[in-house]
């Protein structure tokens, strides 16, 4: 490993699908002030030598190669891209090489899983953050800045719409890997409504319906401390929406769209009857990530979003899915989260323009 006073973090990227491709790969540009891209580990030989020559990765080697490719190329930490299913293995396998873990969300497709993932870093001593871009994304960092505020009055109530058409074929489709609109898309509504009410649900009600073995199209009801409600809607079937609502009884605040990253957002902010509008220009939402956890790697601190986050996030899923099969509501018991995001997370830098796949497709159809 290299040394911390080296000012740079020596990455391997684990598995080249499209997130990867179009996204984590050319990240490393804007990050360059402290990450360095060093090795690729996937499964397909085509993409290792189409995207090593693309990068000029020197070490490349495949999933089998994991610990002699991160030994190699003295690799400081990974940014793990798999399959959900396989998110479990490659942490507890980098931990153990003593490599820090920097994982797409979720963190897994079960809270045992996470917990057996933190307690193999926590025993290693490596740091284990998990891929919230949006904590570091200005739009969304200042819709929590709002609704902590005052200015919506006491925030009660939250909505949001979040879908795709997925292409037959895809992960999302697939219940083997972890596939499923909740774990794809819900997590991105459960993420964002637990800090902007800065609370952690109570109670848990879905429907769900089913297509090929995941849950494809899934409606939710969460309930929180002091009457607070919230419903969103996902879905791997329905055409693209991208957007959530909160309201106070002073007034609301519109995010749209909200949890994408290859386009800019506008807040639609309406207090004591008078509207305005914001818009926040498009930006590299992955380099972001990366700048932050090096500089956690390298000043030695805990990063937020940190493994706590994964787990918050994956309870309130595995209770979408059950009280969907169910038919009945899901009590959660009470959390008390240590750490939210902050406004001086923000890290801002300039778009990219999406690269040439490589056996990569996008998850949409269109």
Known sequence: MAKKDSKKVRYAVVGAGNIAQVAVLPAFRHAKENSELVALISGDAEKRRALGERYSIATLGDYEDFESVLDKARVDAVYICTPNSEHREFVVRAAERGVHVLCEKPLATSVQDCELMRAACEQSGVRLMVAYRLHFEA?????????RSGKLGTPRLFSSFFSHVVRAGDIRRDPEVGGGASYDLGVYCINAVRHLFGAEPIEV????????????????????PDDRLAHFCVSNS???????????????????????????????????????????????????????????????????????????????????????????????????????????????????????????PGPSVR
């Open 238 to 360: 329905i055409a693209g929406v991208s957007s959530y609502r909160i309201a106070g009884d002073r007034g609301d605040l519109r995010l749209e769209p909200a949890f994408e990253y290859s386009e800019g957002n506008t807040h639609f902010l309406t207090v004591d009857g008078k509207s305005k509008e914001r818009s926040f220009p498009k930006s590299d939402q992955f380099a972001p990530e990366l700048v932050y956890f090096s500089r956690c790697i390298l000043a030695d601190e805990t990063p937020e979003p940190s493994f706590e986050e994964g787990i918050c996030d994956v309870r309130v899923v595995e209770a979408i899915l059950t009280s969907a099969r169910t038919g009945r509501p899901v009590t959660l018991p009470p959390y008390q989260r240590r750490q939210r995001p902050s406004p001086d997370q923000k890290i801002e830098k300039p778009p990219i323009s999406k690269p040439k796949t490589v056996n990569a």
């Open 205 to 224: 009600f879905a429907n769900a319906v089913e297509e090929a073995g995941t849950d494809d199209t899934v409606t939710v009801l969460l309930k929180f």
């Open 139 to 147: 739009a969304n960092l200042k819709a929590i800045d709002i609704a």
